[in-house]
């Protein structure tokens, strides 16, 4: 009787070993899937910055929506959960947004911008502004005679002043838009083909 109940025991141990890794594939797979987008060298980039992935996400839909090519605003050190706590005031991410001179470095910078004309900035709202990674991109490339739009992402407050707040920065800027938790990938296309770049 122990013996099999021994047997049964490691059958349920194997069991659930394999579930969590399913889970964990599938997590990961999330963004993994999304497959190439097909771009037309049409002078559109799509640059983000999503430590979460809400702004991934819809970053990758206005880029299929315009054959755009995508850049990610990938900080040099990577934001943990913890880092991104906004009801701890103590955390890096709230740190860095009550600091003006605060400019998280990046990992890579694009390297070569000379056939991009517009340039759709995608970034989480954090305490009503872009985060200062954004300003370390902005300030770090040279984007002069290139059309700028904002796209944000919030879980309420939307663009707000976040966008007039970087256009002192670079380029010429063009009104965008801010989206609210929830937004339909429908509605996000719609934007981005109501900006009739490249028509
Ligand atoms: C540090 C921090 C501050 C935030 N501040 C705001 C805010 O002021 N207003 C708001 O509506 N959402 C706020 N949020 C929520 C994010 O804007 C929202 O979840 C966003 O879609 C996250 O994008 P991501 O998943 O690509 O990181 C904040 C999130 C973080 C991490």
């Not at 579930?19 to 990961?28: G, N, W």
């Not at 970053?59 to 040099?76: G, H, N, R, V």
């Not at 990046?106 to 989480?124: F, H, K, M, R």
Request: net charge negative; with cysteine.
């Amino acid at each position: 009787m122990k013996k099999i109940l021994m047997v049964l025991l490691s059958l349920m141990l194997v069991c659930s070993i394999s579930l969590a890794e399913d889970a964990v594939s599938s997590a990961t797979l999330k963004i993994e899937k999304l497959p190439a987008v097909e771009t037309k060298d049409n002078g559109i980039l799509v640059v983000y910055f999503s430590p979460d992935d809400t702004v991934r996400a819809a970053a990758y839909t206005i880029a299929s929506a315009l054959s755009a090519e995508l850049f990610e605003i990938e900080p040099a050190e990577p934001y943990t959960e913890d880092d991104l706590n906004y009801r701890n005031r103590q955390s890096r991410s709230m740190i860095e947004m009550g600091n003006n001179q605060a400019r998280p470095e990046i990992a890579q910078l694009p390297e070569d911008l000379s056939g991009i004309n517009t340039v759709i900035l995608c970034y989480p709202i954090w305490g009503g502004q872009a985060p200062k990674i954004i300003l370390t991109f902005l300030e770090g490339v040279d984007l002069t005679g290139k059309t700028v739009i904002p796209f944000a992402t919030s879980n309420s407050s939307g663009i707000g002043s976040s966008d007039k707040a970087l256009q002192s920065l670079t380029g010429d800027w063009q009104a965008g838009t801010g989206i609210k938790k929830g937004t339909s990938e429908e509605d996000i296309r719609l934007w981005a083909e109501g900006l009739n770049l490249g028509k």
